[in-house]
């Protein structure tokens, strides 16, 4: 059956000293505790090395928040899968809105991630969710459609079951307007739904599909009570332990 997981997303927050802070504090509180889900953070790359160090990946999964699009060479800038997965971590965040809309990268960029990442045994927590205007236009089901289909659905089913699924209606992301918990079980459903019509019902049974946008300690018991809401990604809210561990604890 799939995971439960909440996945933090520091984005490009913390130095090297006070990221390695929140890290070992958060590995600290997570071990002396059961919690029912998967936690995982998503550091900048600098972070990732010395931060794989000091945890243990049994307690607190590690992720980048983007890979190249290209194996290896002349990418100034670029940090490749291979470099990634030499770190010591295990996810790579895909296909995030603000990747998406600020750095240009499109459904085949991304499909070309998702197979390096997946050739280096990461695993990605691919992103998808529609703008507010496609929303207001009633069109998000639409949309998160091609964005699946256009990067992940060339995947074999064995490929596919590595993939974790994060919707996030970008309308939400940072802004403090949550989806209501009506509108995350609609969306998951019919992501669920599409994983099924493809691959099987086991595939969709078995794949984690969280939800991300402004979910906080306050929000996140009702948001991942739906059927179909296996967990968040967290941006904000994971930037300390308590806000972070109040998710973890309403998961
Ligand atoms: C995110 O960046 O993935 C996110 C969900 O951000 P926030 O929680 O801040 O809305």
Redesign the pocket.
């Known amino acids: 059956m799939r995971k439960k997981i909440v996945a933090g997303?520091w984005?490009m927050n913390k130095n090297l000293q006070e990221g390695i802070q929140l890290a070992v504090a958060l590995n600290e509180v997570l071990s002396k505790e059961n919690n029912s889900c998967r936690v995982i953070i998503g550091t900048p790359f600098i972070h990732l090395a010395s931060v794989s160090e000091r945890i243990d990946k049994k307690k607190l999964g590690l992720a980048a928040q983007n890979c190249a699009d290209h194996v290896s060479g002349a990418y100034t800038g670029e940090v490749s899968a291979e470099m990634v997965k030499s770190t010591g971590a295990e996810y790579v965040i895909l296909g995030?809105s603000?990747r998406r809309t600020y750095y240009g990268e499109t459904p085949e960029m991304l499909k070309t991630k998702v197979r390096l990442a997946l050739d280096q045994q990461l695993q990605p927590i691919f992103?998808i969710g529609e703008v507010l205007s496609e929303r207001e236009a009633g069109k998000q089901f639409e949309v998160v459609r091609s964005q699946i289909e256009a990067s992940l659905f060339d995947l074999s089913e064995a490929d596919f079951s590595k993939i974790i699924l994060a919707y996030?209606p970008v309308w939400?992301?940072?802004?403090g307007k949550t989806a209501t918990a009506a509108q995350a079980q609609e969306m998951h459903a019919f992501i669920r739904g599409l994983i099924a019509g493809k691959y099987g019902k086991k595939a969709a049974d078995d794949c984690s599909i969280l939800y991300?946008?402004?979910?906080k300690a306050s929000n996140a018991a009702e948001l991942f009570a739906n059927p179909d809401v296996d967990g968040g990604?967290?941006?904000?809210?994971s930037l300390t332990v308590e806000d972070f561990m109040g998710i973890v604890r309403a998961r």
């Open positions: 997303n984005k995030h603000e992103c996030e939400a992301i940072g802004t991300g946008g402004s979910c990604l967290i941006g904000g809210a």
